[in-house]
Nanobody, 119 residues
Framework: QVRLVESGGGLVQPGGPLRLSCAAS????????MGWYRQAPGKQRELVAR???????NYADSVKGRFSISRDNAKNTVYLQMNSLKPEDTAVYYC?????????????WGQGTQVTVSS
């Protein structure tokens, strides 16, 4: 199992950017599919973006064109660059590591980082 620690959350004004980071333990980071989920109060958990070991990416329709996921295998870190943020992006964001796309949600989860978009 891999240990994940998210950082970079906070309060940002609508339209602003924010970058989340997720640092992973272990020496096999490069083989994992990594993803970012989010959950807002009273809403279902949502997969925001994912990136495979070969750097194929996929995004939720709600964030396409605004968010970008990337990974740096040398640093065991995955990033979520969020631009043009909207109040509806407010949620706790979780980093996840899984062995495959289909089973990503059953993988290892970080503790989450709060993102609040508000003026």
């Amino acid at each position: 199992q891999v240990r994940l620690v998210e950082s970079g959350g906070g309060l940002v004004q609508p339209g602003g950017p924010l970058r989340l980071s997720c640092a992973a333990s272990g020496r096999t980071f490069s083989i994992y599919t990594m993803g970012w989920y989010r959950q807002a109060p009273g809403k279902q958990r949502e997969l925001v973006a994912r990136i495979t070991s070969t750097s194929n990416t996929n995004y939720a329709d709600s964030v396409k064109g605004r968010f970008s996921i990337s990974r740096d295998n040398a640093k065991n870190t995955v990033y979520l660059q969020m631009n043009s943020l909207k109040p509806e992006d407010t949620a706790v964001y979780y980093c996840v590591a899984g062995s495959a796309v289909a089973t990503l949600s059953k993988g290892s989860w970080g503790q989450g980082t709060q993102v609040t978009v508000s003026s």
